[in-house]
């Protein structure tokens, strides 16, 4: 059975994954493979029984890891739902790093014109990065992608709808932004959801956080199975994120990032 704390936040993720496909006339998702955004795919088949309804986008710069490309190709097979893969350049960035910066944004940006796409669902969560916690459940974005995190539309009693009239851009939608990295495992427990296999410990390291295989390192752990992430997380004191590319996860680097539509 289902906890009380992951059932409110279960509850409050599907009701704006719900809103976000009602509101907007056109939506899809970000998917990277990654435990978030499996379990925020997750929550879309519970929304709508059993079905993901949109297109799932995954911007690939060609270096994502064998496991990962393997991940993608068996549950979108398994969940029969729709990939649409950008392919990004690796090239260097005057904000980021060469393969996981600016450029896949560029990369999105040509898949939302080219699709029509008026909001998309991305799988962030505020305590992943001090830049993450400043973003809303419903975040507009202009049309060259730039967030404008210092002027935001509040969100007062539970409306999450709200939207700028006339704006030319798209919404980001962001129904996991509650959860914890704890909350995303033990939901994955609970539910059985199929993960990346990476993050699972061999030879004694694991990945915490999946990126490509320029940017991310494997992370000491013995960590192989599901109930012993649980435990792991419960107790340690080592930043998720730490084993992602230093440069991009600055907090100046990052808010510029972001500021410039960075996923």
Not at 75 to 90: D, P, Q, T, Y
Not at 103 to 120: C, R
Not at 163 to 169: F, I, R, S
Not at 239 to 251: A, F, L, N, T
């Given at each position: 059975m289902i906890s009380q704390d992951l059932k409110t936040l279960e509850e409050r993720s599907i009701y704006i994954i719900r809103e976000a496909k009602l509101k907007f006339k056109n939506v899809a998702a970000l998917w990277s493979m990654g435990k978030d955004s499996t379990t925020m795919l997750a929550l879309t088949k519970k929304a709508f029984l059993g079905k993901i309804p949109f297109p799932v986008i995954h911007i690939d710069n060609?270096?994502?890891?064998?496991?990962?490309?393997?991940?993608?190709?068996?549950?979108?097979?398994?969940?029969?739902?729709?990939?649409?893969?950008?392919?990004?350049?690796?090239?260097?960035d005057s904000v980021g790093s060469a393969c996981c910066g600016?450029?896949?944004?560029?990369?999105?940006?040509?898949?939302?014109?080219?699709?029509?796409?008026?909001?998309?669902?991305?799988?962030?969560r505020r305590d992943e990065h001090s830049i993450r916690a400043k973003e809303r459940y419903m975040s507009p974005r202009n049309e060259n992608f730039e967030w404008k995190y210092k002027d935001q539309p509040a969100e007062l009693w539970?409306?999450?709808?709200?939207?700028?009239?006339?704006?030319?851009?798209h919404i980001r939608v962001h129904p996991l932004l509650d959860w914890t990295e704890l909350d995303v495992w033990r939901y994955v427990k609970q539910e059985r959801i199929p993960i990346n296999p990476l993050y699972f410990s061999r030879n004694g390291f694991r990945y915490r956080s999946l990126g490509c295989t320029h940017c991310t390192v494997a992370l000491k752990s013995n960590a192989k199975t599901v109930d012993d992430i649980v435990k792991e997380l419960e107790t340690t004191k080592?930043?998720?994120?730490?084993?992602?590319?230093?440069?991009?996860?600055?907090?100046?680097?990052?808010?510029?990032?972001?500021?410039?539509?960075?996923?």
């Open positions: 060609g270096i994502d890891f064998p496991e990962t490309y393997a991940f993608r190709e068996s549950l979108a097979k398994k969940w029969n739902f729709k990939v649409i893969v950008g392919r990004s350049e690796i090239k260097p600016q450029n896949k944004p560029e990369t999105l940006k040509k898949i939302m014109k080219e699709y029509g796409f008026d909001a998309l669902i991305v799988s962030i539970d409306d999450y709808s709200s939207k700028e009239e006339g704006t030319k851009g080592v930043e998720e994120r730490s084993g992602r590319s230093m440069d991009k996860e600055r907090e100046y680097v990052m808010q510029r990032l972001r500021a410039l539509g960075y996923l």
